[in-house]
């Protein structure tokens, strides 16, 4: 059994791509923004294991999503991000 081909017109897969785009962009804000929050719940030493443990983040992904949540609340934007 074949599967069903779609084809999308070009200005059907940007609008896609821009629509995922925003709700991605949101979500690492808030990601991040809530990694802000809980590391400033842990105990001083808590926190890498917290990230393995509980969220499976590694040290560098939960620096990165912090990073921009705090350069996008300093009112960077998103274009300003590497």
């Known amino acids: 059994m074949q599967?069903?081909?779609v084809t999308h017109t070009l200005e059907q897969?940007?609008?896609?791509?821009k629509a995922h785009s925003q709700y991605v962009?949101?979500?690492?804000?808030a990601i991040g923004n809530?990694?802000?929050e809980a590391k400033g719940q842990l105990v001083h030493g808590d926190w890498e294991g917290?990230?393995?443990?509980?969220?499976n983040f590694s040290q560098r992904t939960a620096n990165n999503f912090?990073?921009?949540?705090?350069?996008?609340?300093?009112g960077s934007s998103l274009s300003a991000l590497p």
């Open 25 to 29: 962009t949101a979500s690492i804000i």
């Open 66 to 74: 912090m990073r921009i949540a705090r350069e996008i609340s300093a």
């Open 3 to 5: 599967g069903i081909t």
């Open 34 to 36: 809530a990694l802000i």
């Open 50 to 55: 917290w990230l393995t443990n509980r969220v």
């Open 13 to 17: 897969i940007e609008s896609e791509i």
